[in-house]
């Protein structure tokens, strides 16, 4: 349920009594005990909180936040030996969490998930916030498509890498989504994760939580152009065949600083596969 669509539960006597625990400086933990020990549920509890917290400009108290997937690249480490097959570390950073690879993916691999996805590319659609639906999104020009999970030996040998590199269950992924950008496509700056607000974000959450994290893996090195960006820190990550830039979010939240986009693509063309990384099993 969206914290609008709680709305309409909060009586006038809940709402002032809110604002007037916040006006006087209340912390929210306290606030949320208060009302769990008059009988509240600790999910309408935090909904109705959050959105008196929304109406008056305060900052919005979130969820405590779970594990996210992470690559074991402490003490300085160069390259993960992932059963055999060398990832580079080429850049972290700490907000937003990015990780640059160089080499997770072959020249071979890339080539093939290329061909393997070709007959059954389709323009992209976004899901659309309010059904949880999905529909063509001019902000997305680009043509998509999904592999089921595990479906062939290279998809398998694929995930079960990233499983490994990420420290993340391979059922904990959604299938590998491939996206083809022709010259002047683009990917305007979003967030993957699903936004808490949104009516439709109910029915997605229900097949494995939120995602967490998020792969992007460059399947070739367009000509011009076509370099992920993330605004809030300025950062631009050229697509280059075989690299994957991976980034986390613990909250679904912007303060996770994962605002990101695939810019345009200048000259040439761009392939990429994208694998998210969810809660819990991903059904
Ligand atoms: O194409 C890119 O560089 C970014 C793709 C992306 O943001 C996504 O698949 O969610
Ligand atoms: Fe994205």
């Not at 005990?33 to 400009?57: F, K, N, P």
């Not at 690559?71 to 570390?89: F, S």
């Not at 592999?147 to 694929?158: C, D, K, N, Y």
Request: charged content about 20%.
């Amino acid at each position: 349920m969206s914290a609008t669509a709680h709305a309409q539960h909060i009586t006038d006597d809940l709402r002032q009594w809110l604002r007037a625990q916040l006006a006087a400086g209340c912390r929210a933990e306290d606030v949320l005990a208060a009302m769990r020990s008059s009988g509240w549920a600790d999910a309408a509890a935090l909904q109705a909180l959050q959105q008196i917290q929304q109406e008056t400009g305060q900052p919005v108290l979130l969820p405590p936040s779970g594990p996210v997937p992470e690559p074991a690249i402490g003490d300085g480490v160069t390259v993960i030996d992932v059963a055999g097959h060398p990832v580079r570390v080429l850049l972290a950073m700490k907000l937003p969490r990015v990780v640059l690879f160089g080499g997770l993916l072959s020249d071979a691999e890339c080539d093939a998930l290329i061909e393997e996805s070709r007959p059954r590319l389709a323009r992209s659609e976004t899901v659309v916030n309010t059904t949880g639906g999905s529909e063509v999104n001019a902000a997305r020009t680009s043509d998509g498509m999904f592999f089921g999970r595990g479906e062939s030996p290279l998809i398998q040998r694929i995930e079960q890498r990233i499983a490994t590199l990420l420290n993340w269950p391979v059922a904990w992924g959604e299938g590998l989504q491939v996206l083809h950008y022709r010259p002047g496509a683009e990917y305007r700056p979003h967030h993957d994760y699903f936004d808490p607000k949104h009516s439709g974000t109910a029915a997605v959450l229900a097949r494995g939580g939120q995602r967490v994290g998020t792969l992007v893996m460059y399947l070739n090195t367009p000509e011009r152009g076509g370099a992920t960006t993330f605004p809030d820190v300025a950062l631009e990550v050229a697509a280059i065949k075989g690299n994957a830039v991976f980034f986390s979010y613990d909250r679904a939240h912007a303060s996770t600083r994962t605002l990101h986009g695939g810019g345009p693509v200048v000259a040439g063309e761009k392939w990429v596969a994208t694998k998210w990384l969810r809660e819990r099993e991903f059904t």
